[in-house]
């Protein structure tokens, strides 16, 4: 004890830092057996099984095989416009499912439309240009095959019926629409629902701003696609 006094002395920061490290041994290893609340959960050895063990779950982008369809505002919009005119029930929730899909695939099927069952931003407008009109009251407007050029279903009007104030430029207009798959129209020169819709149909087809009238720029597509003039 004498030559450890002795030595405590000759040397103090040597002797201090046993004495610390002493007791940093001593509280650890008091933590590590009477402190403890329970047992450590990674021992490094393992003397004995522990099958009541609880099983902690893995976070959820760990999963495997678990997709999360993100809501989309298009499909929203779509369910709220179906919703309106009576053919979605389902959940407003953005996501595209089967009752989504079938009430897309009905209007289309009542507007005349190639069936798809998929949401895009031209059946939206093609859905906001009925309004909130019930699906019941639509007309349907076939779509023309690729290279089948038809004729109208019904022909100009002898003059003996048509109307007095008819317009001859929207007869014109009418049969060339009609022709192009954008029927059935009635060529009687006459500005109607079926004609208003029929032009929008062609606007929205050729990427035109939705009037239903018969404007410039939409008689010059017209002019294009038909291949006759309808200004003369």
């Known amino acids: 004890m004498a030559k450890a006094g002795h030595l405590a002395l000759d040397n103090p920061v040597a002797a201090g830092g046993t004495v610390v490290m002493g007791l940093t041994a ?11 609340p329970g047992r450590h959960p990674a021992p490094i050895f393992a003397t004995r099984d ?16 678990l997709q999360v369809q993100e809501i989309s505002t298009l499909v929203l919009d779509l369910q709220i416009s179906l919703r309106r005119i009576g053919l979605y029930e389902g959940p ?19 507007a005349g439309q190639a069936e798809t069952g998929k949401a895009h931003e031209g059946l939206l407008a093609l859905i906001l240009m009925h309004g909130d009109e019930p699906a019941e009251s639509f007309v349907p407007v076939p779509r023309a095959k690729p290279g089948f050029s038809g004729t109208s279903v019904q022909d100009i009007p002898v003059a003996s019926d048509v109307d007095v104030d008819a317009d001859p ?48 720029k939409t008689i010059e597509n017209l002019e294009m696609i038909s291949g006759r003039s309808l200004s003369g």
């Open 92 to 110: 407003l929730d953005g996501l595209s499912g089967p009752a989504t899909e079938r009430a897309i695939r009905a209007f289309e099927r009542r």
């Open 50 to 65: 522990r099958p009541n063990a609880l099983r902690v779950p893995e976070p959820d982008d760990r999963r495997s095989g």
């Open 26 to 36: 001593c509280l650890i290893i008091a933590n590590a057996i009477g402190l403890q």
């Open 169 to 216: 430029q929207l007869m014109r207009i009418q049969k060339a629409l009609s022709d192009l798959g954008y029927g059935p129209l009635k060529a009687d020169g006459v500005m109607g629902s079926n004609t208003t819709a029929a032009i929008k149909r062609f606007e929205l087809d050729r990427g035109l701003p939705l009037t239903g009238e018969p404007g410039s």
